[in-house]
């Protein structure tokens, strides 16, 4: 068992997490612009001296020190990483990434909270973060900066969104000509809507969330903006009481993985060994029971 404990860069997500285990059980007091690769833990030698008239090479093996790993998320993503209601982060990315450390004893994994993509890609591009965790699509644009892992975790169909009460012949991003329609700022959304209007200029009028998923469906629901492009899984869980629906054929599939800096040896060496760990994780079933248990679904194959 393992002992995580939660860093928070927002006043917002003060809290922490409780355990046991033979990782550092100390609550990390690392200041944020701390590089997060550096932030080993400085657990106890568990060496012992050896009897008198024994050689130092008949001591008892000391155990191998876990190496700190930052993971970047957040607590906004409902299902994905949020807090209960008992204040404790949950949900699928974190409770996978949890999965994954328990089978990585090399490595302790600690969370860190941050409030927006740009904030997370900022974190992990000046080392104050390891990797990310927030459902992170992968597409050319972030393949080109960052590193990501080659084992899916989950698997995406993006779609236009819009209020169960539009009743307009919306199918493509075309039929969106002089409407708002709303995103998160970083977003593979986003980067779907800004890609098709560089070919495309002028078509609609891209305006960007507050940050809480509910804000997305309060501004299409009231009708001050169209629509959004979501993920077919991440509809459910932002929309519980069905007040939008998706329209058209699926714009864009990718997979979900986790994201890496670029060119940094030591990421490349985690993310191969999370990548072991994910197929385990995906042969035994567990994957697909967590998706299952917080998405509502598998969403773990591309079928």
Not at 159 to 183: F, H, Q, W, Y
Not at 243 to 264: Q, W
Not at 269 to 274: F, H, K, M, P, R
Request: hydrophobic share 40%.
């Amino acid at each position: 068992m393992k002992k995580w404990a939660i860093l928070s860069l927002a006043l917002l997500f003060v809290f922490t997490l409780a355990g046991c285990g033979n990782k550092n059980n100390e609550a990390s007091g690392a200041s944020s612009g701390t590089p997060a690769a550096s932030a080993a833990s400085a657990s106890a030698s568990a060496s012992e001296s050896a009897p008198a008239g024994e050689s130092a090479s008949a001591s008892p093996e000391a155990p191998v020190e876990a190496k700190k790993i930052i993971v970047g998320t957040s607590s906004l993503f409902p299902q994905v990483c949020f807090l209960d209601e008992n204040g404790k982060l949950t949900g699928y990315d974190i409770e996978l990434v949890r999965e994954i450390d328990k089978r990585l004893p090399e490595y302790e994994f600690e969370f860190q909270l941050l409030d927006s993509m740009p904030s997370l890609l900022l974190s992990l591009e000046t080392k104050k973060v390891d990797f990310v965790a927030h459902e992170i699509e992968k597409n050319p644009e972030r393949t080109e900066k960052y590193l990501f892992n080659k084992v899916p975790y989950a698997h995406w169909k993006n779609k236009i969104v819009v209020s169960v009460n539009n009743n307009d012949p919306i199918e493509t991003l075309a039929d969106l000509k002089g409407k708002k329609v709303i995103t998160h700022a970083s977003s593979a959304a986003d980067q779907i809507l800004k890609n098709y209007d560089k070919e495309n200029p002028g078509t609609y009028k891209i305006v960007y969330s507050s940050g809480a998923a509910n804000d997305t469906v309060q501004q299409i629901d009231s009708g001050r903006v169209t629509a959004t492009v979501a993920a077919d899984f991440a509809l459910s869980l932002i929309d519980p009481e069905k007040k939008l629906k998706t329209v058209g054929k699926a714009l864009s599939t990718a997979d979900i993985l986790f994201l890496f800096r670029k060119n940094d040896s030591d990421a490349q060496a985690l993310a191969d060994a999370i990548d072991e760990v994910l197929l385990e994780i995906k042969a035994d079933g567990t994957l697909s029971a967590l998706s299952k248990q917080w998405l509502g679904q598998d969403f773990t194959t591309a079928e």
